[in-house]
């Protein structure tokens, strides 16, 4: 038995620093719950950027240890204690032996930098952008406790460690999408991710016991450690039936789409925006959703032995990026634009790993976290400044408003468009490449190759529409009517449509009520109840003012003093406490300019943005003349697939460069040429097929009638037969017991205790008459002795005559 210890065979490094890591959040979490809500917030604030910082430090001592050691021995392990012994029966068979044990090896090195260091940036940018939530220590312990579950899934040293942090950070995104709990629709977004992933974590683990039962069964390996997985394959890899690995492949592959959002469990993505901003790109960029990508490049040695497999994971993946891109390109809500954009990347890293690039799927995901964060938070920029509004119609012309903003999030645009020498760029193009040569699936690379183009072109065009929109062009606001609509340039239908999906107004009550108000009155007082000192609530969303409504507007405006909102006014013009000002009171009064955010959430855009910027010359292929530094760092891992460079291979670069100019050169001149003119008319001639796109193909309203329906219908037959038939059993079980019951107590009652009754009362009688016979009279004694006497005697002479008169007649 070993308690912290272990080392492996990279030594030099300490096992407490591998544990403390992960835990160094966890504590963070710990402090938040139990501490942090009665401290002041910059306390709260510099625990929980703190924990991480400190997690990023050690991460990057760790990774530069590794870098020290022989390529094929950078690996390091730090065994906490054993988690799980079962000894086999005569020592042969069931021999399970489970550590709390972690690993750092190239892989996982890379993983826990981009959490760390992302995910750090992230805990800074929140300091501004929560600034005046009132659950603010709450917040950072979601936060916290996410970056600790998070750390230990990648850095698990066996599958049911890793199933911790699996499960973990389901429930932290369950708690941060809904974190804003207040609001309906956000409580049911949390609740929606967290189904959805069950669905995904079933086959997940379905797929670990198959595995397990398997190889312990035939191989007597009962393991889950993926150490002895690779090297029970390496043993027995060609004696393992296909339709094994293919099954447990695809059940693994199935827990992907759950955490990583694809076809068919990628709905939940989509709704996660319900979180505050900052969740959304530690969601998107550095934690959860990549769960999926990492596990399968952590499970390459199951994949590579299952064409099978592989062609479904890459084949998913093609799928789902074009299918996400699509939709892409008809959304209006800025956050939602990046969420089906991470849906789209995501399926690029799969489709990646599906080909067995597995090198080359880890990259995007690398290069993805830096300017996915990097949009993520420039969009929380651009609803910071604009008061909560996420409806690129409504905005336009921020560039001068939004400089820093502006920039960091044009850079990471070109960057995720795949323009060169940015980092997207390396990444994707290195994916497509590999899959356009693979000859690992069933069918030919070059067809996945041609929906991943294809998926690439609407990036550039969805991503350049969203910069346009937002940042270019003529504004679509007014500093006195902020965020109120005007000046949009869409057709009146669509305008229409969007009006119908406004929840309606509710008709006055009539009546009064228990203390003796009209309803009326008690809703107006309802109504304004909830909203803090100036009447708007602390939701990103809810800081809309077309959501809040004109009333509301008016009643807050009410609710002060003219010399109050002047002075708030120019409290939030200055630069000191200019971010501690906004999502409590907010833009959403329409009272000034869209604005740029505080130095916290600048600086973390601007690492982010020059991330994007240079890390994709850690990947430059040998065919540009780089030594593809990334590829050869996981080479101990995941293996290597660079081949022999042909003209074919710059013919296909050549195509995804020309492509990503097309995306970007199309969307500009539609949107920034032409003003949207074409696209305009384009929806209005192709009103159906616009609404299907903009609708997102109604997945969700199928998903509903399909399935949720369905089970809701099913659930109520249930009830009812619950109700109806189990209940009305019981409950008839119990009447007739009781009726059975009444009949005997009336049966007791009127009969058995009537004849004991009975019985009784003739004993009384008789002894009661019997009684006066006991007169003590001599003389009455002997004249009833002489009675008794003669009727004796008069019984024996009947009996005697009647006994001869008998023989007489001879009867």
Request: net charge negative.
């Amino acid at each position: 038995m070993t308690f912290l210890g272990g080392v492996g065979t990279g030594g030099g490094i300490a096992p407490a620093i591998l544990w403390a890591i992960p835990l160094l959040p966890v504590a963070g979490f710990l402090f938040q719950v139990f501490v942090g809500r009665r401290l002041p917030k910059p306390i709260v604030s510099l625990v929980s950027c703190g924990v991480v910082l400190a997690s990023a430090l050690l991460s990057w001592k760790v990774f530069l240890h590794l870098r020290t050691l022989p390529e094929h021995h950078r690996i390091v392990e730090a065994s906490l204690a054993p988690w799980i012994e079962v000894p086999g029966v005569g020592g042969e068979f069931l021999r399970v032996f489970v550590d709390h044990k972690l690993v750092v090896d190239p892989l996982s090195a890379v993983m826990i930098l981009v959490v760390t260091n992302i995910g750090f940036l992230i805990h800074l940018y929140s300091t501004g952008y929560m600034a005046e939530e009132r659950r603010y220590a709450r917040y950072f312990a979601y936060l916290n406790l996410f970056t600790g579950f998070m750390l230990i899934l990648v850095m698990a040293s066996n599958l049911l460690l890793m199933f911790v942090g699996w499960e973990g950070v389901g429930l932290c995104s369950y708690l941060l999408i809904g974190f804003w709990f207040e609001k309906a629709e956000n409580a049911a977004a949390g609740m929606k991710a967290f189904l959805v992933n069950r669905v995904g974590d079933f086959a997940f683990t379905v797929g670990v016991l198959t595995l397990f039962v398997y190889l312990g069964t035939t191989f007597g390996t009962w393991t889950v450690d993926f150490g002895e997985l690779r090297a029970a394959f390496a043993a027995h890899g060609k004696e393992l039936p296909g339709i094994l690995t293919a099954g447990v492949g695809i059940l693994l592959f199935l827990g992907a789409t759950g955490k990583s959002a694809q076809i068919p469990l990628y709905v939940w993505l989509p709704d996660a925006m319900a979180g505050p901003t900052p969740v959304s790109a530690l969601i998107h960029a550095a934690t959860m959703v990549t769960a999926g990508v990492y596990m399968i490049a952590r499970m390459n040695f199951l994949y590579a032995l299952s064409p099978t497999a592989m062609t479904v994971v890459a084949t998913v993946g093609a799928l789902t990026a074009l299918f996400a891109g699509t939709i892409g390109i008809a959304q209006n809500d800025i956050k939602k634009v990046l969420a089906y954009s991470t849906v789209s990347q995501l399926g690029f890293m799969f489709m990646g790993v599906g080909v067995g690039a597995f090198a080359a799927g880890i990259f995007h995901l690398f290069t993805h976290a830096f300017f996915k964060a990097c949009l993520f938070l420039g969009s929380g920029s651009v609803i910071h400044g604009m008061g909560g509004e996420q409806d690129i119609r409504r905005m336009g012309g921020l560039k001068s408003k939004m400089p820093w903003t502006f920039a960091t999030f044009a850079a990471a645009t070109l960057a995720i468009a795949g323009i060169p020498p940015l980092a997207g760029f390396f990444s994707k193009d290195e994916i497509l490449w590999q899959t356009f040569r693979t000859q690992k699936l069933l069918f030919p690379g070059w067809i996945l190759w041609g929906v991943g183009a294809l998926a690439a072109l609407c990036t550039a065009f969805y991503m350049t529409r969203l910069v346009i929109k937002t940042f270019l062009g003529r504004p679509q606001w007014t500093p006195a009517t902020a965020f109120s609509g005007g000046g949009v340039d869409l057709p009146e239908w669509m305008e229409e449509d969007e009006e119908e999906k406004k929840p309606k107004p509710k008709p006055p009550r009539t009546g009064t009520g228990p203390d003796g108000l009209p309803l009326w009155m008690e809703e107006e007082e309802t109504a304004g109840s909830p909203a803090p000192a100036h009447g708007l609530p602390q939701d990103e969303s809810l800081l809309d003012l077309r959501k809040i409504g004109p009333d509301a507007h008016a009643a807050h405006g009410a609710g002060h003093a003219p010399d109050a909102h002047a002075a708030a006014e120019e409290a939030h013009d200055a630069p000191a406490g200019h971010g501690a000002d906004h999502a409590g009171h907010g833009h959403g009064h329409g009272h000034g300019e869209p604005h740029e955010c505080p130095w916290s959430m600048r600086l973390a855009l601007v690492v982010l943005a020059a991330c994007s910027v240079v890390v994709g010359f850690l990947g430059v292929p040998p065919a540009l003349g780089g030594h593809d530094l990334f590829g050869h760092w996981l080479e101990p891992v995941v293996g290597s697939v660079h081949g022999e460079h042909t003209a074919t291979e710059y013919v296909v670069m050549g195509i995804s460069l020309l492509l990503a100019l097309a995306g970007i050169g199309a969307a500009w001149r539609i949107y920034y040429l032409r003003h949207g003119v074409p696209a305009r008319d384009f929806a209005e001639s192709h009103r159906d097929l616009y609404e299907l796109v903009r609708d997102k193909y109604r997945v969700d309203e199928a998903y509903d009638r399909l399935v949720v329906q369905p089970l809701l219908r099913l659930e109520e037959g249930v009830g009812r037969f619950d109700n109806e038939v189990v209940d009305g059993l019981v409950n008839g079980t119990a009447r007739g017991g009781a009726r059975a019951a009444g009949g005997a107590g009336l049966f007791d009652n009127e009969v058995v205790d009537a004849a004991v009754n009975a019985a009784a009362e003739v004993t009384q009688e008789a002894g009661r008459r019997v009684r006066r016979l006991q007169t003590g009279n001599v003389r009455q004694y002997l004249n009833f002795a002489l009675v008794g006497g003669l009727f004796v005697i008069a019984v024996f002479c009947v009996v005697l005559t009647w006994d001869r008169l008998r023989t007489a007649l001879g009867i």
